[in-house]
């Protein structure tokens, strides 16, 4: 179980890790697809979601809070799926679904993540 809980935390990590790069450097498909969701907010909502992935990914590859990695993460990508629902479009900007696809990706191996840990959350803890 410890392995393939690696494994999650990993295939998060670079998932949301690529698509920081798109995020930061301000690459033309992240900020068309931004300025899609945000209009002329687009710059502060694309820098502000990267900056939470990337807190996410440094949660989520610590052992005592990868519970909240992933739940940030869970949250983050629940968000990206809805707006591929209402707005974008599975297939956004030719991609074929790749975008939607690594959104749930994230999400259900966030959720699998967050069962795993069920026991360090701080609320729950034992009663899952």
Do not use: C
Not at 100 to 122: C, D, H, K, M, W
């Amino acid at each position: 179980m410890k392995i393939f809980a690696w494994v999650l935390r990993i295939l998060i990590a670079v998932i949301l890790g690529q698509t920081l790069f798109f995020k930061f450097t301000g690459a033309s498909e992240s900020v068309e697809l931004f300025t899609t969701l945000a209009g002329e907010n687009e710059a502060l909502m694309r820098i502000g979601t990267g900056v939470v992935e990337l807190i996410a990914i440094i949660l989520v590859l610590i052992p005592k809070t990868t519970w909240l990695g992933a739940l940030i993460a869970l949250g983050t990508m629940a968000g990206a799926i809805m707006s591929h629902f209402t707005t974008l479009g599975i297939s956004h900007a030719g991609d074929g679904g790749a975008l939607f696809g690594l959104a749930v990706t994230v999400f259900v191996s966030s959720a699998i993540l967050l069962y795993i840990n069920r026991q360090e959350l701080p609320i729950i803890g034992d009663s899952l």
